[in-house]
């Protein structure tokens, strides 16, 4: 029996399949990738918005500064889920795994802003049902499936801005109070999630990024526990000498790192 001849213009046409395959892939991957950066500016802005607020030389409580810096925050998030709302298209169904490690940084990073925002505003951590409806329509259809492996790295990642938040308004008035609970509340994060580091890709090292921002939280207020009780003074002037405490810490660190990269640099020569 004689095999079916295959006509060269088959081929040509398999062949012509497989590349608008691979255009397909190659163009989304791109609109993906941009789209996955502009949110990751976006989110920065918004962390850099809220510290901002919150570092603002006002009549208004610290309780009034959240609460504002909260309201601000939503309003830039608004513009951070219209893009997402934008690209659900594009990750239906089997697509959202296959173009995950696209949008994957992203995803962390809106985290990380949201997270922080919602600690400002409530003082806790955000949920993993509250960051999914946030990633939904108005309908309650979500954008895409929220993974827990990004949710529970953006959380690390928060760690780090409750750390510049903890040093930089330590010398505000209520500062020291709220260094401490942000010193209890950071080292309830990192006790938590040291137990999810097996299960989860990248968590090991975002944990020990977290145990450097703890130390330097306790490093700043155990400073400042020194200095208050070898003095009693009025909260004024015990707020100078936070200050320059802290502003000290600050050149410390800046120093030591310093003498870390000189060292390096010598090593590297050798």
Known sequence: MSQPII??????????GFRADLDDYSDRRERLIKASRDVTNLSKKIIFLL???MTEDAEDTDRALSLRAASAGREKLAEVTAIYAEIKHELQGDRFWRYHRCIS?????????????????????VTFEDVQHILSDQHGVPYFILP???????LSDLTGELMRFAITGISRRGGRSKASDVCAFVRRCKADLERLTPYVRELSR????????LEKIEDAAYAIVVRGSEYDLPPERLDDIVALSVSSFGGRDRRHKRANMDRNDEDDER
């Open 148 to 154: 827990l492996d990004d949710y529970l790295l953006g």
């Open 51 to 53: 510290h901002r607020i």
């Open 7 to 16: 006509q060269g213009s088959s081929i040509i046409n398999i062949f012509d």
């Open 105 to 125: 940084p992203s995803i962390q990073e809106f985290i990380e802003a949201l997270s922080f925002m919602h600690y400002l505003e409530h003082g806790t951590l």
């Open 206 to 213: 975002k944990q020990y990024v977290t145990a450097q921002s």
